[in-house]
DNA sequence: GTTGACTTTTGCCAACTGGCGAATTATAAT
DNA sequence: ATTATAATTCGCCAGTTGGCAAAAGTCAAC
């Protein structure tokens, strides 16, 4: 459908499900839609519909009509749409940083941020310091 | 396909293309969807897909996504919070933590494990100590 | 009534979506 | 290395979508 695609949705599908992470099996369980025809999705040799989106994008810590939008069913800046993270383009999360942090309870992954935070803000006095 | 639909959806679009009015025709061109679809789409023997609600939902003077609820490809509200449902099986990474960790290079996500594992067998010594 | 233009419906068809089961490929475990 | 097991991909299929062209159905002027 879009022949300039490169299948971005495809592939930025498959970079949420496995960062999560989840397998394709596991998220056919959640959202009810094969996982043959997922595994396709993401490769981009099927387009899914409205209705697949809708059912993955929950499972996929996507809002309900994020997907919409970027699979070109809804224009970029249609109403509602939070503007939410914009990390899309952004950097990725290595696979398997993904699947050591997803196994500690999320108030250990929150602290594992707060405690990288702290160690930037340093980094950044040293480098000041340095500076001078 | 629904059975008891009443076709509520078809009825509309009929209903809102007469009072405007346009013929199919018309409303063809305007949206590039075949006459023959659109009246079969408003009688009800076809459904319309996301690509075709959008074509035809500013002609007809509705908001982009607003078919879309109406056909129930987007819930009438959809809700903002993404935080609502998680937890399904174990392991689950909090997207707020993806979203910033991936920010980093992967260097420094490697590096943020690396002190977590760290910090976990000092815990784990600490707790043995304790529990002498 | 008949002709004419216009609108809607129908017959048929190609293309696509999405599911199921088998085959293949990765991942552990012994 | 070999086997077991989980994950992904492939082959094939039924069901739908949506377009084109031809067939009705409508309505006016004549």
Redesign the interface.
């Known amino acids: 459908m879009n022949t300039t695609s490169k299948n971005e949705l495809g592939e930025l599908l498959r970079q949420e499900r496995v960062?999560?992470?989840l397998t394709l099996q596991?998220l056919s369980d959640?959202s009810g839609v094969s996982p043959s025809h997922l595994g396709r999705t993401e490769r981009g040799d099927r387009f899914p519909?409205?209705?697949v989106l809708?059912k993955i994008a929950?499972?996929l810590?996507?809002?309900?009509?994020e997907l919409?939008t970027l699979a070109g069913?809804?224009?970029p800046q249609?109403?509602?749409v939070?503007d939410?993270?914009r990390?899309y383009g952004?950097?990725?999360?290595?696979p398997?940083?993904?699947k050591?942090?997803?196994?500690?309870p999320?108030e250990?992954?929150?602290s594992?941020?707060g405690?990288?935070g702290m160690l930037k803000s340093i980094a950044k006095g040293v480098a000041r310091k340095e500076a001078d």
């Open positions: 960062k999560i992470p596991q959640m519909s409205a209705g809708r929950k499972p810590g996507f809002e309900e009509d919409f069913y809804l224009s249609a109403d509602t939070s939410t993270q990390n952004g950097g990725r999360l290595d398997y940083v993904a050591v942090l997803a196994q500690e999320v250990v992954q929150l594992v941020i405690i990288l």
